[in-house]
Nanobody, 113 residues
Framework: QLALVESGGGLVQSGGSLRLSCVST????????MGWYRRPPGKTRELVAT???????LYGDSVKGRATISRDNDRSTITLQLDDLKVEDTAVYYC???????WGRGTQVTVIA
């Protein structure tokens, strides 16, 4: 059974950086497009970034120029590097397997001024 587990969230000061990781188990990871999404407080879930099995990337407008998504197929892991953090980056960040439409449980990121 496919499972996604996120890690790396926490409390960060604005202007800082964070690195989120998501480990996938139970599927052939290399064949899946993967993504990061987030749900800010009181808002709907939004795209942060996606990466295809061919390593093609796509970024949401709110993080363009500040985010880098990458994948390590040997470790069945995707990571999200987010720099120059802003208070509005505060959200629960979710890992998503686009091929199997499976979500992780999320990791909280809180950015303080």
């Amino acid at each position: 059974q496919l499972a996604l587990v996120e890690s790396g969230g926490g409390l960060v000061q604005s202007g800082g950086s964070l690195r989120l990781s998501c480990v996938s188990t139970g599927a052939i990871f290399s064949r899946s497009a993967m993504g990061w999404y987030r749900r800010p407080p009181g808002k709907t879930r939004e795209l942060v970034a996606t990466i295809t099995d061919g390593h093609r990337t796509l970024y949401g407008d709110s993080v363009k120029g500040r985010a880098t998504i990458s994948r390590d197929n040997d470790r069945s892991t995707i990571t999200l590097q987010l720099d120059d953090l802003k208070v509005e980056d505060t959200a629960v960040y979710y890992c998503h397997d686009l091929k199997w439409d499976t979500w992780g449980r999320g990791t909280q990121v809180t950015v303080i001024a």
